[in-house]
């Protein structure tokens, strides 16, 4: 059974701050990693993917991979309360065809902004 | 562009009762998707196609049947709907033949079975 662990919070930062949200996966053979955001009551958002060992940044959001330690982080500077809500780890199933379309979900953490 | 459409938003079954929950998209993806959440469990793949005329068991693909109608629609089918299969089911699309994993969602029906 292929999981993905994340803390499921809730985690509280304050405006302004940098919020640090942590996934593991078991899966080896996993190519794929994904952070995607879900207000409550509505559909996940992807906001970031990476695919290779090393930092990728997008405006306030950083991703980072370690495949080594089957560790992807997200990293959130300037946290604002509209960063509030529910980020959804996603790992592939790996590099078969089949796999590809098979995406693992952690269970969510809940990320509160305190204004 | 609607992205990807959903029906109905809102259900409420009998147990034994079945019904058909329904998902178009209109963004010429290939691949789509079943999903439902459950409190506290995540996103869990039911079924999913990766292209019209394909379709393949996800994880929890039990008490559950689909059927990829054509290119823009994939339906879910309850053939005898159980107290355990409440949930928020969400479909998705992604057009992973161009290399593009990222998956959209419609905005989920709110399943009840009494």
């Known amino acids: 059974q292929k999981e993905v662990e994340q803390n499921s919070g809730p985690l509280s930062v304050p405006e302004g701050a940098i919020a640090s949200l942590n996934c593991t996966y078991s899966?080896?053979?996993?190519?794929?990693f994904f952070w995607y955001r879900q207000y409550s009551g509505k559909s996940p958002e992807l906001i970031m993917s990476?695919?290779?060992?090393g930092d990728k940044e997008d405006g306030r959001f950083t991703a980072q991979l370690n495949k080594a330690s089957q560790y992807v982080s997200l990293l959130i500077r300037d946290s604002q309360p509209s960063d509030s809500a529910t980020y959804l780890c996603?790992?592939?199933?790996?590099?078969?065809?089949?796999?590809?379309?098979?995406?693992?979900f952690g269970k969510g953490t809940k990320l509160s902004v305190i204004p | 562009n609607a992205g990807v459409t959903q029906t109905p938003k809102f259900q409420v079954l009998k147990t034994g009762q079945s019904m058909t929950l329904q998902c178009a998209q209109d963004?010429?993806?290939?691949?789509m998707y079943w999903y439902r959440q459950d409190p506290g469990m995540g996103l869990r793949l039911i079924y999913y196609?990766?292209?019209?005329?394909?379709?393949d068991k996800g994880e929890v693909p039990n008490g559950y049947n689909v059927s990829r109608l054509n290119k823009r629609e994939f339906s879910l089918r309850l053939e005898s709907a159980a107290p355990s299969q409440t949930s928020v089911y969400f479909c998705?699309?992604?057009?992973?033949?161009?290399?593009?994993?990222?998956?959209?969602f419609g905005s989920g029906t709110q399943l009840s079975v009494l």
């Open positions: 899966d080896r053979g996993s190519q794929s």
């Open positions: 998705a699309s992604s057009d992973l033949h161009t290399g593009n994993e990222k998956l959209f």
């Open positions: 963004m010429n993806h290939n691949s």
């Open positions: 196609s990766a292209s019209e005329g394909t379709t």
């Open positions: 990476i695919y290779s060992n």
């Open positions: 996603a790992v592939n199933g790996g590099d078969s065809g089949a796999g590809s379309y098979q995406l693992t």
